[in-house]
């Protein structure tokens, strides 16, 4: 099998622990490589939700890139790459992906996945959508980008905060097809 490269953008809205969760999850599958770009905002949030220096952050990355370095091999269509999950998202991020605003280099490794039709996963993390988010999150929908927000599920009895953040990360490996195991699976009603 070979090696799957899956970039990761986090801006700088809440829940760094949804990054954190899926860049340590992906640790663990083999053959995974993970170039991994940190807004100004995330490397905040970083500490102020979690209390976590960056380097102990980039420790979790393969490749780290500043959301400034437009030169990364990442902004490029001829660097192969099998994925990118952008997680979480702001809606500043939606809104210039949507409208191709290519700025910073999560904005434009973005742009190339939509301009090679690689895969790409967007978790918003906003909360009320208001109609022009809504409009930036369907335009990217109709483009082929999974849209998976961290929305609770409670069909499998989640006991802690960390059940319910890897309820999203099994989401975000399942859209990636990466097998996973984490947590029970719905079994449906006997």
């Not at 099998?1 to 970039?7: G, L, Q, S, Y």
Request: net charge positive; aromatic share 4%.
């Amino acid at each position: 099998m070979d090696k799957r490269t899956i970039v990761v953008g986090i801006t700088g809205a809440s829940g760094a622990i949804y990054a954190v969760d899926l860049l340590k999850k992906l640790q663990t599958v083999d053959l995974v490589e993970t170039h991994v770009i940190i807004s100004d905002w995330a490397r905040e949030n970083l500490k102020i939700e979690l209390g976590m220096s960056v380097d102990d952050f980039e420790a979790l990355c393969d490749v780290s890139y500043s959301n400034r370095n437009l030169g990364a091999r990442i902004a490029s269509g001829s660097f192969m790459t099998t994925a990118m999950v952008i997680i979480p998202a702001s809606m500043k991020t939606v809104a210039g992906i949507a409208c191709g605003l290519s700025d910073n280099l999560i904005g434009r490794a973005a742009d190339v996945m939509l301009k090679e039709q690689r895969k790409l996963i967007i978790a918003p993390r906003e909360t009320p959508l208001n109609t022009i988010h809504l409009e930036n999150l369907t335009k990217l929908s109709k483009l082929g980008v999974h849209i998976i927000p961290p929305i609770p599920a409670f069909y499998n009895n989640p006991q802690t905060i960390q059940d319910i953040v890897t309820h999203n990360t099994i989401k975000i490996l399942d859209s990636l097809g990466l097998k996973n195991d984490y947590k029970r699976r719905w079994e449906g009603l006997k």
